[in-house]
C-alpha cells in the first residue's frame, strides 16, 4: 500500500509496529542497500538486541546505528511516533507542535523538538536547489505595522523573495530569505540583493535577474503576494515565532510551496533520513537582540502597509 494515498488513521495501521519503520528506514537511509560510513563496505552484522538494530561492518568492525546521521539521532522517541510526525509534515495543512503532542502523545517540549528537526531536514534540502531558469526578485516586508514613523517597528521583517519562472510565465520554485534590517536607514530602504544573488541563484539565471522594488513603481505584485502568504500561513499555523527561527519557519513554507501536490512522505522521509540532526542546545541558544516573538498569537495577521516612497 502506497503510504501517500492513505488517510492518517490507515498511515498509523500501516506503521503499528518498530519492525515495520526499521524496514522502510533502512532503505531511505541506504537505498542502495547497507553502506558503512568509515569504510563504504557493503556488508555487516545486523545486532538486534537493542531498541533498534545496530550494524557490524564486516571489514571494519565498526558500528552504526540505524538512526545515526539522521534528524532522529539520539532520540529515544519510537521511530513509528517519527513516522507519524514526518506523515502529518508532508500533509498540505501542515502541523504545529501543539498539534503534534497531542497526536502522537508526548510532550510539548518533545514535539517541538520534533518538529524543528523535520523542519531541518526541509531547509537543508531547500538550501541545495538554487533559483533557475527566469529569475525575478524584490524586497519585502513582513509582520508590518501601520505607522506613520519611517522608523522600524520591532516586529517587522525585511526579507527578500525570489523565484524561478519557466518559459510559459509559471512560477515553479521560490525562496525568501531574511534580511538584516540594523544597517538599512529606515524601513522604506530596500536590502542589497547581490548577496542572496551569490547564495541562491544559478550562474547562468543569475546574469538575466529581474529585480523590483518594493516601493518602486516597477513593483512585483505576484512576489508581494507570496511574501503575503508566507505571512498568513505562519501566523495560521504557528506561534511564538522569534526572529531567530523564522528563517526555518520561511524556508519549510518555501520547500511546502515547491512541491505543493508532489510532497510526499517517502521523500520527506529519505530527507530525514540523510540530514544530519540538528540539536536541542543549538535550537535554543540564545541570540542577542532577537529574543521577542514576532508572530506573538494565530490570530489574523496585521495588515500589510501600502506607502510608496516619495
Ligand atoms: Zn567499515
Known amino acids: 500500500m502506497n503510504p501517500d494515498s492513505v488517510t492518517f488513521d490507515s498511515f498509523c495501521n500501516l506503521f503499528q509496529r518498530e519492525e515495520d519503520c526499521t524496514r522502510v528506514l533502512f532503505a531511505a537511509k541506504w537505498p542502495d542497500g547497507f553502506r558503512c560510513p568509515q569504510c563504504q563496505h557493503p556488508h555487516a552484522y545486523c545486532i538486534t538486541t537493542r531498541r533498534l538494530p545496530l550494524f557490524e561492518c564486516r571489514a571494519c568492525r565498526g558500528q552504526t546505528s540505524l538512526i545515526a546521521g539522521t534528524i532522529m539521532q539520539g532520540s529515544r522517541t519510537p521511530l513509528r511516533s517519527w513516522f507519524q510526525a514526518i506523515f502529518l509534515h508532508a500533509r498540505p495543512e501542515g502541523i504545529n507542535a501543539l498539534q503534534l503532542s497531542r497526536i502522537i502523545g508526548v510532550t510539548y517540549k518533545t514535539a517541538w523538538l520534533i518538529c524543528h528537526k523535520i523542519r531541518h531536514a526541509m531547509q537543508h534540502k531547500d538550501s541545495q536547489e538554487l533559483l533557475t531558469d527566469l529569475v525575478r526578485l524584490t524586497d519585502a516586508k513582513l509582520f508590518t505595522r501601520t505607522m506613520s514613523s519611517s522608523a522600524w517597528h520591532s516586529q517587522e521583517q525585511s526579507v527578500l523573495v525570489g523565484s524561478s519562472e519557466n518559459e510559459q510565465g509559471r512560477i515553479f520554485r521560490i525562496k525568501i530569505k531574511k534580511q538584516n534590517k540594523q544597517p538599512l536607514r529606515n524601513r522604506y530602504e530596500s536590502p542589497p540583493v547581490e548577496p542572496f544573488i ?18 518602486f513603481g516597477n513593483r512585483n505584485q505576484a512576489l508581494l503576494a507570496i511574501g503575503r502568504d508566507a505571512q498568513w500561513e505562519l501566523a495560521r499555523k504557528f506561534r511564538g515565532i522569534g526572529p531567530k527561527h523564522l528563517q526555518v519557519y520561511l524556508d519549510q513554507f518555501c520547500y511546502v510551496w515547491n512541491r505543493r501536490k508532489q510532497l510526499v512522505f517517502g521523500e520527506l522521509l529519505s530527507q530525514c533520513a540523510n540530514t544530519r540532526t540538528i ?14 516573538s514576532i508572530v506573538p498569537r494565530p490570530a489574523a495577521p496585521a495588515k500589510t502597509v501600502a506607502i510608496r516612497a516619495s
Open 279 to 292: 540539536t536541542y542546545p543549538v535550537l535554543i541558544k540564545p541570540v542577542e537582540d532577537l529574543s521577542r
Open 198 to 215: 551569490r547564495k541562491h541563484v544559478s550562474i547562468q539565471a543569475a546574469k538575466r535577474a529581474i529585480v523590483s522594488r518594493h516601493y
